[in-house]
């Protein structure tokens, strides 16, 4: 599968189209839109949120809720771009002044893009770099997400860390809570962390940035459960899944780091702490007797839960702005401000669970591969009865 994307961030709409979905997979539009709204939501969000209301609009691909093998279209309108019709117009206009930006602002796109694409106005740089383009890749991914329910392939997010609070929760599913558990916990939690307390803590932190016109990060996480041993490959570096699974939470906006499993914590510690033991029953197959490698060995899934942690950087768009050059006039002024949030974290998981839910979702049908549901739910049968006979 593949999908492009198109749109601005006060453009009229955004647009995914999503090529090689196979047919006869059930789609619901409202669970798409739910997940939406979930990306809009969470402590700490700016004004933008107020005024979008991000729908889901399917215009090609799906008949009578079922996928028909034919490309894909959605698109999310942008209810803002009323107030942007001139500023953003398509057609040639007098005055190509209005509301053009030429102070780029520290830790965007704005001056490294102005410079390669030799634009005067940096508005042509921002409207695309902006974080409102996640919107479209949310949709894509809450949709190919829906393709993976059928083989028992379920994703969650939440927040391990803003502004330094740290939750105790690292999903490592334990007997005391299980998954429907810890889900319902996340999703009560204004910052979708699973621990009360930390989640205030969280929620005071962020109100001390907004307070002083600064931004905080943090640290999301991702897991996977019910995938089959196998998807992704060894043999080329382009096909290892942690590989693309990296590249896609470093595709998000503002995020500076990942790591999967024990992460960078396996630098301090030996090998017999770091690997995981394998074990075999007849009732399991063979499994492994921890997760330290966060379900991925060999660029392949192990069975084992998937586990990835994604680090935010603090939105560098601050109400105490930094200081910048103008490009017209090379002197030195205060960076120039849009609309921003104090925190985007409790989004970004939503994001970070979602651009995973296709990487996972292209890595399964490469594997199984086929033009219809029941060509590829006939192979993946194979396919298990060929492991647990191995």
Known sequence: MRFLTAGESHGPQLTAIIEGVPSGFSISIEEINDILKKRQGGYGRGRRMEIENDQVQIKSGIRFGKTTGAPITLVIENKDYSHWKKIMSVDQVDDESARRVSKPRPGHADLNGGLKYNHRDL?????????????????VGALVKQLLKPYGIILMSHVVNIGGIQSKTFIQLSVDRSFEQLQKQIEQSEVRCAEEIESNLMIKKIDEAKEIGDSIGGIVEVVALGLPIGLGS???????????????????????????????KVANLPGSMVHDEILWSEEKGFYRSTNRAGGIEGGMTTGEPLIVRGVMKPIPTLYKPLQSVDIDTKEAFAASIERSDACAVPAASIVAEHVIAWELANAFFEKFSGDSYEEITHQYQIYKEQIRKY
């Not at 409207?127 to 949310?138: H, K, L, Q, W």
Request: charge should be positive; charged fraction near 25%; aromatic fraction near 6%.
């Open 123 to 139: 508005r042509n740089i921002l409207e695309r770099s902006s974080a409102r383009e996640t919107a479209i890749r949310v949709a």
């Open 234 to 264: 060894h043999v080329h570096w382009d096909l290892k899944l942690d590989g693309k699974i990296a590249q896609s939470i470093l595709s998000i906006q503002a995020f500076k780091g990942v790591e999967i499993g024990m992460g960078f």
